[in-house]
Protein backbone atom coordinates (compact mmCIF):
# COMPACT_ATOMS: atom_id res chain seq x y z
CA UNK A 1 0.00 0.00 0.00
CA UNK A 2 0.93 3.93 0.01
CA UNK A 3 2.54 3.97 3.81
CA UNK A 4 5.06 0.97 2.56
CA UNK A 5 5.98 2.97 -0.39
CA UNK A 6 6.73 6.08 1.43
CA UNK A 7 10.63 4.75 2.69
CA UNK A 8 11.42 3.40 -0.45
CA UNK A 9 10.11 6.50 -2.45
CA UNK A 10 11.68 8.99 0.39
CA UNK A 11 14.72 7.57 1.87
CA UNK A 12 16.05 8.07 5.46
CA UNK A 13 15.33 11.81 6.76
CA UNK A 14 17.83 13.86 8.40
CA UNK A 15 16.93 13.27 12.33
CA UNK A 16 19.69 15.93 13.71
CA UNK A 17 18.50 17.96 16.43
CA UNK A 18 21.08 21.27 14.70
CA UNK A 19 19.48 20.11 10.97
CA UNK A 20 16.02 20.37 12.44
CA UNK A 21 16.68 24.00 14.86
CA UNK A 22 18.09 25.46 11.73
CA UNK A 23 15.15 24.44 9.24
CA UNK A 24 12.78 25.30 12.17
CA UNK A 25 13.70 28.80 12.90
CA UNK A 26 13.68 29.51 8.73
CA UNK A 27 10.54 27.38 7.87
CA UNK A 28 8.20 30.13 7.88
CA UNK A 29 10.37 32.52 5.21
CA UNK A 30 10.66 29.31 2.63
CA UNK A 31 6.74 28.77 3.09
CA UNK A 32 6.07 32.21 2.18
CA UNK A 33 7.37 32.14 -1.35
CA UNK A 34 5.40 29.46 -2.20
CA UNK A 35 2.40 31.14 -1.37
CA UNK A 36 2.80 34.40 -3.03
CA UNK A 37 4.04 32.03 -5.99
CA UNK A 38 0.59 30.52 -6.04
CA UNK A 39 -1.42 33.83 -5.77
CA UNK A 40 0.71 35.56 -8.81
CA UNK A 41 0.89 33.11 -11.15
CA UNK A 42 -2.16 30.61 -11.25
CA UNK A 43 -4.45 29.17 -8.79
CA UNK A 44 -2.68 25.70 -7.51
CA UNK A 45 -5.14 23.17 -9.29
CA UNK A 46 -3.85 24.26 -12.22
CA UNK A 47 -0.23 24.32 -12.53
CA UNK A 48 1.48 21.95 -14.45
CA UNK A 49 4.50 21.40 -12.06
CA UNK A 50 7.31 18.94 -13.43
CA UNK A 51 9.06 16.77 -10.58
CA UNK A 52 12.38 18.20 -10.69
CA UNK A 53 10.82 21.77 -10.21
CA UNK A 54 12.34 23.90 -7.46
CA UNK A 55 9.35 24.99 -5.98
CA UNK A 56 8.20 21.38 -5.94
CA UNK A 57 11.14 19.97 -4.15
CA UNK A 58 10.94 23.48 -1.42
CA UNK A 59 7.64 22.16 -1.06
CA UNK A 60 8.62 18.19 -0.70
CA UNK A 61 11.17 19.41 1.72
CA UNK A 62 9.16 21.80 4.03
CA UNK A 63 6.48 19.08 4.19
CA UNK A 64 8.85 15.81 5.28
CA UNK A 65 10.61 17.56 7.71
CA UNK A 66 7.14 18.80 9.22
CA UNK A 67 6.32 14.97 9.92
CA UNK A 68 8.99 15.25 12.66
CA UNK A 69 8.11 18.42 14.33
CA UNK A 70 7.43 17.81 18.05
CA UNK A 71 6.41 21.21 19.29
CA UNK A 72 3.40 23.74 19.14
CA UNK A 73 4.86 25.73 16.80
CA UNK A 74 3.80 23.64 14.04
CA UNK A 75 0.20 25.66 14.32
CA UNK A 76 1.76 28.94 14.52
CA UNK A 77 4.24 29.20 12.08
CA UNK A 78 2.62 27.67 9.81
CA UNK A 79 -0.83 30.07 9.94
CA UNK A 80 -3.31 27.86 10.20
CA UNK A 81 -6.93 29.84 10.77
CA UNK A 82 -8.51 28.16 13.01
CA UNK A 83 -11.97 28.72 11.39
CA UNK A 84 -11.55 26.79 8.46
CA UNK A 85 -8.56 24.37 9.29
CA UNK A 86 -6.32 25.62 6.65
CA UNK A 87 -2.98 26.92 6.55
CA UNK A 88 0.27 27.27 4.79
CA UNK A 89 0.57 23.24 5.23
CA UNK A 90 -2.69 22.95 2.86
CA UNK A 91 -1.59 24.58 -0.09
CA UNK A 92 2.41 22.75 0.06
CA UNK A 93 -0.26 19.37 0.21
CA UNK A 94 -2.33 20.51 -2.82
CA UNK A 95 1.13 21.68 -4.80
CA UNK A 96 2.39 18.04 -3.99
CA UNK A 97 -0.63 15.71 -5.10
CA UNK A 98 -1.02 17.69 -8.26
CA UNK A 99 2.59 15.61 -9.80
CA UNK A 100 0.29 12.79 -9.23
CA UNK A 101 4.17 10.87 -8.87
CA UNK A 102 4.15 7.65 -6.80
CA UNK A 103 6.11 10.08 -4.56
CA UNK A 104 4.36 12.78 -3.62
CA UNK A 105 1.22 10.21 -3.13
CA UNK A 106 3.45 8.40 -0.74
CA UNK A 107 4.26 11.95 1.40
CA UNK A 108 0.73 12.50 1.00
CA UNK A 109 0.43 8.86 3.27
CA UNK A 110 2.55 10.11 5.92
CA UNK A 111 0.66 12.70 5.97
CA UNK A 112 -2.80 11.36 6.18
CA UNK A 113 -0.67 8.37 8.98
CA UNK A 114 0.64 11.42 10.93
CA UNK A 115 -0.46 11.49 14.67
CA UNK A 116 1.46 14.68 14.49
CA UNK A 117 -0.11 16.70 11.88
CA UNK A 118 -3.79 19.01 12.59
CA UNK A 119 -6.93 16.09 11.55
CA UNK A 120 -8.16 18.56 8.92
CA UNK A 121 -4.72 18.57 7.05
CA UNK A 122 -4.92 14.38 7.62
CA UNK A 123 -7.80 14.19 5.91
CA UNK A 124 -7.36 16.80 3.23
CA UNK A 125 -3.99 14.72 2.29
CA UNK A 126 -6.55 11.41 1.87
CA UNK A 127 -8.71 13.74 0.01
CA UNK A 128 -5.87 14.38 -1.99
CA UNK A 129 -4.62 11.74 -2.89
CA UNK A 130 -8.22 10.49 -3.70
CA UNK A 131 -8.47 13.36 -6.08
CA UNK A 132 -5.01 12.90 -7.55
CA UNK A 133 -4.49 9.15 -7.92
CA UNK A 134 -8.00 7.68 -7.63
CA UNK A 135 -6.88 5.12 -4.62
CA UNK A 136 -7.74 5.21 -0.89
CA UNK A 137 -4.81 6.04 1.22
CA UNK A 138 -4.95 3.52 4.40
CA UNK A 139 -6.16 5.27 7.38
CA UNK A 140 -8.09 7.38 5.31
CA UNK A 141 -11.89 6.58 7.33
CA UNK A 142 -9.72 7.27 10.73
CA UNK A 143 -8.52 10.93 9.43
CA UNK A 144 -12.22 11.96 8.03
CA UNK A 145 -13.37 11.09 11.55
CA UNK A 146 -10.39 12.75 13.49
CA UNK A 147 -11.63 16.23 11.23
CA UNK A 148 -15.06 15.79 11.88
CA UNK A 149 -14.76 15.60 15.86
CA UNK A 150 -12.04 18.40 15.92
CA UNK A 151 -13.41 21.31 17.22
CA UNK A 152 -10.16 23.16 17.10
CA UNK A 153 -11.57 24.12 13.52
CA UNK A 154 -15.27 25.19 13.04
CA UNK A 155 -18.00 24.03 11.10
CA UNK A 156 -17.04 26.18 8.53
CA UNK A 157 -14.11 24.50 7.46
CA UNK A 158 -14.72 21.10 8.55
CA UNK A 159 -18.07 21.08 6.48
CA UNK A 160 -16.90 22.00 2.96
CA UNK A 161 -13.72 19.54 3.45
CA UNK A 162 -15.99 16.62 4.44
CA UNK A 163 -18.08 17.54 1.12
CA UNK A 164 -14.95 16.88 -1.03
CA UNK A 165 -13.84 14.07 1.39
CA UNK A 166 -17.45 11.53 0.60
CA UNK A 167 -16.98 12.47 -3.09
CA UNK A 168 -13.59 11.59 -3.39
CA UNK A 169 -13.51 8.76 -1.02
CA UNK A 170 -17.04 7.47 -1.25
CA UNK A 171 -17.79 4.58 0.96
CA UNK A 172 -14.44 5.35 2.88
CA UNK A 173 -15.94 8.92 4.25
CA UNK A 174 -19.27 7.06 5.81
CA UNK A 175 -18.09 7.00 9.25
CA UNK A 176 -17.05 10.35 9.16
CA UNK A 177 -20.64 10.99 8.11
CA UNK A 178 -21.90 9.33 10.82
CA UNK A 179 -20.02 10.74 13.23
CA UNK A 180 -21.20 14.51 11.70
CA UNK A 181 -24.68 13.83 12.12
CA UNK A 182 -24.23 13.74 15.30
CA UNK A 183 -22.94 17.53 15.47
CA UNK A 184 -25.63 20.02 15.17
CA UNK A 185 -23.07 22.10 13.18
CA UNK A 186 -22.63 19.68 10.43
CA UNK A 187 -25.90 17.63 10.44
CA UNK A 188 -27.29 19.03 7.41
CA UNK A 189 -24.17 18.42 5.33
CA UNK A 190 -23.83 15.21 6.61
CA UNK A 191 -27.62 14.40 5.66
CA UNK A 192 -27.22 15.74 2.18
CA UNK A 193 -23.86 13.82 1.45
CA UNK A 194 -25.03 10.46 2.75
CA UNK A 195 -27.22 10.29 -0.46
CA UNK A 196 -24.24 9.28 -2.49
CA UNK A 197 -23.54 6.50 0.05
CA UNK A 198 -23.83 3.08 -2.31
CA UNK A 199 -26.64 0.95 -0.57
CA UNK A 200 -25.72 -1.97 0.52
CA UNK A 201 -24.88 -3.83 3.96
CA UNK A 202 -24.60 0.15 6.12
CA UNK A 203 -28.21 1.29 5.02
CA UNK A 204 -29.74 -0.24 8.27
CA UNK A 205 -26.69 1.71 10.19
CA UNK A 206 -27.32 5.18 8.02
CA UNK A 207 -30.83 4.72 8.84
CA UNK A 208 -30.85 4.47 12.36
CA UNK A 209 -28.44 7.56 12.16
CA UNK A 210 -30.93 9.35 10.54
CA UNK A 211 -33.76 8.83 12.48
CA UNK A 212 -32.08 9.73 15.48
CA UNK A 213 -30.45 13.04 13.73
CA UNK A 214 -34.06 13.48 12.79
CA UNK A 215 -35.71 13.06 16.53
CA UNK A 216 -33.06 15.50 18.30
CA UNK A 217 -33.14 17.96 15.38
CA UNK A 218 -34.98 21.40 16.45
CA UNK A 219 -34.27 23.49 13.16
CA UNK A 220 -37.11 23.14 10.88
CA UNK A 221 -34.78 23.12 7.54
CA UNK A 222 -31.76 20.88 8.73
CA UNK A 223 -34.89 18.10 10.27
CA UNK A 224 -36.04 18.41 5.96
CA UNK A 225 -32.90 17.81 4.60
CA UNK A 226 -32.69 15.03 7.41
CA UNK A 227 -36.23 14.03 6.20
CA UNK A 228 -35.29 14.21 3.00
CA UNK A 229 -32.29 11.22 2.73
CA UNK A 230 -34.36 9.04 4.82
CA UNK A 231 -37.27 9.23 2.17
CA UNK A 232 -34.68 9.02 -0.50
CA UNK A 233 -33.85 5.30 1.32
CA UNK A 234 -37.39 4.30 1.40
CA UNK A 235 -38.65 5.79 4.52
CA UNK A 236 -42.16 7.21 4.34
CA UNK A 237 -43.62 7.49 8.11
CA UNK A 238 -45.42 10.24 9.34
CA UNK A 239 -43.08 11.72 11.40
CA UNK A 240 -40.28 11.57 8.07
CA UNK A 241 -42.83 13.26 5.47
CA UNK A 242 -44.09 16.05 8.30
CA UNK A 243 -40.58 17.13 9.18
CA UNK A 244 -39.64 17.38 4.91
CA UNK A 245 -39.94 20.60 3.43
CA UNK A 246 -43.78 21.29 2.84
CA UNK A 247 -43.56 20.94 -1.06
CA UNK A 248 -41.93 17.73 -1.18
CA UNK A 249 -43.56 16.25 1.91
CA UNK A 250 -46.94 17.32 -0.98
CA UNK A 251 -45.18 15.11 -3.33
CA UNK A 252 -45.12 12.24 -0.81
CA UNK A 253 -48.77 12.51 0.05
CA UNK A 254 -49.99 13.23 -3.32
CA UNK A 255 -48.33 9.54 -4.35
CA UNK A 256 -49.97 7.90 -1.26
CA UNK A 257 -53.02 8.88 -2.19
CA UNK A 258 -52.73 8.32 -5.50
CA UNK A 259 -53.57 12.02 -6.23
CA UNK A 260 -53.37 12.49 -10.42
CA UNK A 261 -53.02 16.15 -12.11
CA UNK A 262 -55.87 15.33 -13.56
CA UNK A 263 -57.47 15.43 -9.90
CA UNK A 264 -55.29 18.63 -9.18
CA UNK A 265 -56.53 20.48 -12.36
CA UNK A 266 -60.40 19.42 -11.71
CA UNK A 267 -60.19 20.91 -7.69
CA UNK A 268 -58.68 23.91 -8.69
CA UNK A 269 -60.58 25.15 -11.22
CA UNK A 270 -63.91 24.13 -9.70
CA UNK A 271 -62.87 26.77 -6.54
CA UNK A 272 -62.33 29.28 -9.48
CA UNK A 273 -58.02 29.60 -8.63
CA UNK A 274 -57.39 28.93 -11.94
CA UNK A 275 -58.52 28.79 -15.65
CA UNK A 276 -60.21 26.28 -17.11
CA UNK A 277 -58.30 23.97 -19.22
CA UNK A 278 -58.86 21.04 -21.67
CA UNK A 279 -57.38 17.52 -21.32
CA UNK A 280 -55.11 18.48 -24.33
CA UNK A 281 -53.63 21.62 -22.41
CA UNK A 282 -52.78 19.40 -18.94
CA UNK A 283 -50.91 16.70 -20.95
CA UNK A 284 -48.52 19.38 -22.61
CA UNK A 285 -47.75 20.60 -19.21
CA UNK A 286 -44.20 19.69 -18.18
CA UNK A 287 -43.40 19.59 -14.63
CA UNK A 288 -40.96 17.83 -12.24
CA UNK A 289 -42.80 17.55 -9.05
CA UNK A 290 -46.08 19.13 -7.27
CA UNK A 291 -44.56 22.42 -7.15
CA UNK A 292 -44.04 23.29 -10.71
CA UNK A 293 -47.94 21.37 -11.72
CA UNK A 294 -49.32 23.60 -9.05
CA UNK A 295 -47.64 26.86 -10.69
CA UNK A 296 -47.98 25.90 -13.49
CA UNK A 297 -51.77 25.15 -13.21
CA UNK A 298 -52.57 28.67 -11.61
CA UNK A 299 -50.52 30.38 -14.21
CA UNK A 300 -52.47 28.63 -17.04
CA UNK A 301 -53.75 31.70 -19.18
CA UNK A 302 -50.43 33.28 -19.49
CA UNK A 303 -49.67 37.33 -18.32
CA UNK A 304 -53.39 38.42 -19.73
CA UNK A 305 -55.05 36.57 -17.28
CA UNK A 306 -52.66 35.91 -14.73
CA UNK A 307 -54.24 34.39 -11.65
CA UNK A 308 -50.78 34.50 -9.59
CA UNK A 309 -48.95 37.65 -9.00
CA UNK A 310 -45.23 37.31 -8.37
CA UNK A 311 -43.23 39.64 -6.15
CA UNK A 312 -39.84 40.43 -4.83
CA UNK A 313 -40.30 41.02 -0.98
CA UNK A 314 -36.92 42.08 -0.41
CA UNK A 315 -35.59 45.49 -2.05
CA UNK A 316 -31.78 46.66 -3.16
CA UNK A 317 -32.26 49.75 -0.85
CA UNK A 318 -34.63 49.93 1.90
CA UNK A 319 -37.89 50.89 0.37
CA UNK A 320 -39.80 47.64 -0.42
CA UNK A 321 -42.89 48.20 -2.75
CA UNK A 322 -45.91 47.45 -0.52
CA UNK A 323 -48.32 49.71 -2.74
CA UNK A 324 -47.18 47.61 -6.08
CA UNK A 325 -47.56 43.86 -4.21
CA UNK A 326 -51.02 45.43 -3.24
CA UNK A 327 -51.93 46.59 -6.86
CA UNK A 328 -50.85 42.78 -8.19
CA UNK A 329 -53.58 41.40 -5.67
CA UNK A 330 -55.98 43.56 -6.87
CA UNK A 331 -55.29 42.48 -10.59
CA UNK A 332 -55.42 38.66 -10.05
CA UNK A 333 -59.05 38.87 -8.08
CA UNK A 334 -61.76 37.72 -10.44
CA UNK A 335 -63.14 39.83 -10.84
CA UNK A 336 -60.35 42.34 -10.43
CA UNK A 337 -60.63 44.75 -8.05
CA UNK A 338 -60.87 48.21 -9.37
CA UNK A 339 -58.48 50.22 -7.54
CA UNK A 340 -57.17 53.37 -8.64
CA UNK A 341 -53.68 55.44 -7.71
CA UNK A 342 -52.16 52.98 -5.62
CA UNK A 343 -49.11 54.95 -4.20
CA UNK A 344 -46.47 54.76 -0.90
CA UNK A 345 -45.22 56.77 1.41
CA UNK A 346 -42.15 55.98 3.09
CA UNK A 347 -41.54 57.53 6.51
CA UNK A 348 -37.57 57.06 7.40
CA UNK A 349 -36.00 56.12 11.02
CA UNK A 350 -32.91 55.87 10.91
CA UNK A 351 -30.34 54.61 13.69
CA UNK A 352 -26.77 53.22 14.31
CA UNK A 353 -25.77 50.22 15.94
CA UNK A 354 -23.31 48.19 16.73
CA UNK A 355 -22.97 44.39 15.71
CA UNK A 356 -23.83 43.02 19.06
CA UNK A 357 -26.97 44.72 19.27
CA UNK A 358 -27.90 43.89 15.52
CA UNK A 359 -30.35 41.28 14.33
CA UNK A 360 -28.16 40.80 11.07
CA UNK A 361 -29.61 37.64 9.06
CA UNK A 362 -27.64 36.14 6.10
CA UNK A 363 -28.36 33.00 4.28
CA UNK A 364 -26.35 30.03 5.77
CA UNK A 365 -27.29 25.98 4.82
CA UNK A 366 -30.80 27.07 3.33
CA UNK A 367 -32.12 29.40 5.42
CA UNK A 368 -31.87 32.50 7.11
CA UNK A 369 -30.28 32.61 10.09
CA UNK A 370 -28.24 35.34 12.53
CA UNK A 371 -24.97 36.23 10.66
CA UNK A 372 -22.09 35.08 13.21
CA UNK A 373 -20.45 37.19 15.32
CA UNK A 374 -17.06 36.59 14.61
CA UNK A 375 -17.85 38.45 10.68
CA UNK A 376 -19.63 41.51 12.42
CA UNK A 377 -16.32 42.44 14.55
CA UNK A 378 -16.04 45.82 14.29
CA UNK A 379 -18.56 46.74 11.99
CA UNK A 380 -21.14 49.86 12.65
CA UNK A 381 -24.49 49.09 10.83
CA UNK A 382 -27.40 51.34 10.17
CA UNK A 383 -31.00 50.48 11.10
CA UNK A 384 -33.92 51.28 9.93
CA UNK A 385 -35.66 49.57 12.43
CA UNK A 386 -39.03 52.25 13.85
CA UNK A 387 -39.66 53.17 9.54
CA UNK A 388 -42.75 52.92 8.07
CA UNK A 389 -44.84 53.12 5.11
CA UNK A 390 -48.31 54.27 4.50
CA UNK A 391 -50.72 53.14 1.09
CA UNK A 392 -52.89 54.95 0.10
CA UNK A 393 -55.56 54.02 -2.90
CA UNK A 394 -59.01 54.85 -4.21
CA UNK A 395 -61.66 52.49 -4.49
CA UNK A 396 -65.10 53.89 -6.17
CA UNK A 397 -64.16 57.75 -5.50
CA UNK A 398 -63.57 56.75 -1.88
CA UNK A 399 -59.71 57.25 -0.49
CA UNK A 400 -57.77 54.27 1.69
CA UNK A 401 -54.84 53.41 2.81
CA UNK A 402 -52.53 51.47 5.91
CA UNK A 403 -49.73 51.10 7.47
CA UNK A 404 -46.78 49.04 6.69
CA UNK A 405 -43.93 48.34 9.04
CA UNK A 406 -40.82 46.83 6.81
CA UNK A 407 -38.11 45.13 8.39
CA UNK A 408 -35.17 46.74 6.94
CA UNK A 409 -34.97 45.98 3.25
CA UNK A 410 -38.10 43.44 3.80
CA UNK A 411 -41.35 43.74 2.96
CA UNK A 412 -43.90 43.46 5.63
CA UNK A 413 -46.53 41.14 3.58
CA UNK A 414 -48.44 40.39 6.24
CA UNK A 415 -49.51 43.87 6.54
CA UNK A 416 -50.27 44.04 2.91
CA UNK A 417 -52.60 40.85 2.86
CA UNK A 418 -54.22 41.82 5.68
CA UNK A 419 -55.24 45.00 4.03
CA UNK A 420 -56.09 43.51 1.18
CA UNK A 421 -58.22 40.99 3.15
CA UNK A 422 -60.19 43.54 5.23
CA UNK A 423 -61.51 45.96 1.80
CA UNK A 424 -62.67 42.54 0.17
CA UNK A 425 -64.48 41.79 3.50
CA UNK A 426 -65.81 45.82 3.85
CA UNK A 427 -67.10 45.43 0.20
CA UNK A 428 -68.71 41.93 0.30
CA UNK A 429 -66.35 39.64 -2.03
CA UNK A 430 -65.36 36.47 -0.76
CA UNK A 431 -61.78 36.19 -2.18
CA UNK A 432 -58.73 36.63 0.12
CA UNK A 433 -54.82 36.69 -0.93
CA UNK A 434 -52.99 33.79 0.10
CA UNK A 435 -49.32 33.57 -0.05
CA UNK A 436 -48.04 30.08 -0.83
CA UNK A 437 -45.08 28.38 0.91
CA UNK A 438 -41.88 29.44 -0.13
CA UNK A 439 -40.13 26.75 -2.88
CA UNK A 440 -37.17 24.23 -0.76
CA UNK A 441 -35.09 26.27 -4.05
CA UNK A 442 -36.21 29.58 -2.69
CA UNK A 443 -34.02 31.97 -0.87
CA UNK A 444 -36.91 33.41 0.09
CA UNK A 445 -36.74 36.92 -1.30
CA UNK A 446 -39.52 36.31 -4.14
CA UNK A 447 -43.07 35.43 -3.07
CA UNK A 448 -45.91 33.78 -5.33
CA UNK A 449 -49.67 35.14 -4.57
CA UNK A 450 -53.21 34.09 -5.39
CA UNK A 451 -56.56 35.10 -4.58
CA UNK A 452 -59.46 32.84 -4.07
CA UNK A 453 -62.79 32.82 -2.37
CA UNK A 454 -61.57 32.33 1.61
CA UNK A 455 -62.61 29.29 2.99
CA UNK A 456 -63.31 27.02 0.01
CA UNK A 457 -59.81 27.17 -1.14
CA UNK A 458 -58.44 26.64 2.48
CA UNK A 459 -60.57 23.55 2.23
CA UNK A 460 -59.15 22.69 -1.20
CA UNK A 461 -55.53 23.19 -0.20
CA UNK A 462 -55.77 21.46 2.64
CA UNK A 463 -56.93 18.60 0.97
CA UNK A 464 -54.46 18.72 -1.76
CA UNK A 465 -51.86 19.35 1.11
CA UNK A 466 -51.17 22.70 -0.72
CA UNK A 467 -48.43 24.62 1.47
CA UNK A 468 -49.77 28.04 2.32
CA UNK A 469 -47.39 30.18 4.23
CA UNK A 470 -47.95 31.53 7.94
CA UNK A 471 -49.14 34.85 6.59
CA UNK A 472 -52.09 33.23 5.58
Request: hydrophobic content about 45%; charged content about 20%; glycine content about 6%.
Given at each position: MLAAAAAHWLGPLPLEPAALETWRTGAQSHALPLLQYKSVAAPVSTLPIPPGNRLLLLATNVVTKTLFLRDAELRTWFNVD?????GYLNHLLELIANTTSPAAMALL??????????PYSRADAAYLIARASGCVADGADEAVVAMVSDRNVSEWGRNPLLNKCTGALGAHALDGLLAALQDPSMRADAAQNLKAMPGGEADDEIRTAL????????????????????????????????????????DIRWEQRGITAA??????????????????????????????????????GGKEDARLAYSSIRDNGYDPRHDELFASLAHITRPRLEVESVSQTRHEFKTEQTAASARLMTWQYGSWKPTPQHLLAGVTLTSFEGTTCTVCYRYHGVEYGFIARPNGTWMDVASVLR????????????????????????????????????????????SLHIPLAEET
Open positions: HRTGRQRVVLSARIAQAALQAESRDWVAATVANTLVGMGNTDAATIEALQPWEAMEVARQLTNVGVMNPITDEELAAIQYKDGESLVLNLLGHAFNAIMQQIGREERAFRLADSPRSNGEYAIFLCAKGMTFRQIAE
